[in-house]
């Protein structure tokens, strides 16, 4: 009896990597200035965490490598989220996004999510966008086309894994 106990107490490499991998996912969700503008993605390989993303301040940079250096069984961090940089254009081009994806009708339900599931990133004009399902994807592309002063749309599908599916620029 003691000998099994033992067994079902070890984990497995595998279960432990999930573990890790569910703690940075919380961790980096409750990180206080993660917002719309910001896209937090991360890789767990054993017990090393490679972060990689956009946002918008480097505090949100240094603050994501804080929280998930502190997780249990977290080894390495190799920090490669980029930080976009200032730009009076981009803001506003963020913000008309923002406006044209949260206000379309069907999209609305969103806004009243503690954690908005569609992020806007931009860089020098030009528009991406991560969506939580395929349907999402669609109505985004829809809204954020309309958006004028962009240069480009990129929409990217991301569900609960690192997964890009894009389609041709605008």
Do not use: W
């Amino acid at each position: 009896m003691i000998f099994l106990a033992a067994m079902f107490a070890a984990e497995t490499p595998q279960s432990a990597a999930e573990a890790i991998a569910k703690e940075v996912r919380h961790e980096l969700l409750m990180l206080p200035y993660y917002g719309v503008f910001d896209n937090l993605a991360y890789r767990v390989d054993g017990a090393k965490v490679m972060l990689f993303g956009q946002v918008t301040q480097p505090s949100l940079k240094r603050d994501a490598e804080n929280a998930v250096k502190r997780i249990e069984g977290v080894a390495i961090v190799d920090n490669q989220n980029d930080v976009l940089p200032v730009s009076p254009n981009d803001g506003r081009i963020r913000m008309a996004a923002y406006q044209a994806i949260y206000s379309r009708g069907s999209l609305q339900r969103y806004r009243l999510n503690a954690v908005l599931p569609i992020h806007i990133i931009v860089k020098d004009g030009n528009i991406k966008g991560i969506v939580a399902t395929g349907s999402d994807k669609n109505l985004g592309e829809i809204a954020a086309n309309g958006v004028s002063g962009a240069f480009s749309l990129k929409n990217n599908l991301e569900a609960e894994r690192v997964q890009h599916d894009s389609f041709p620029e605008k």
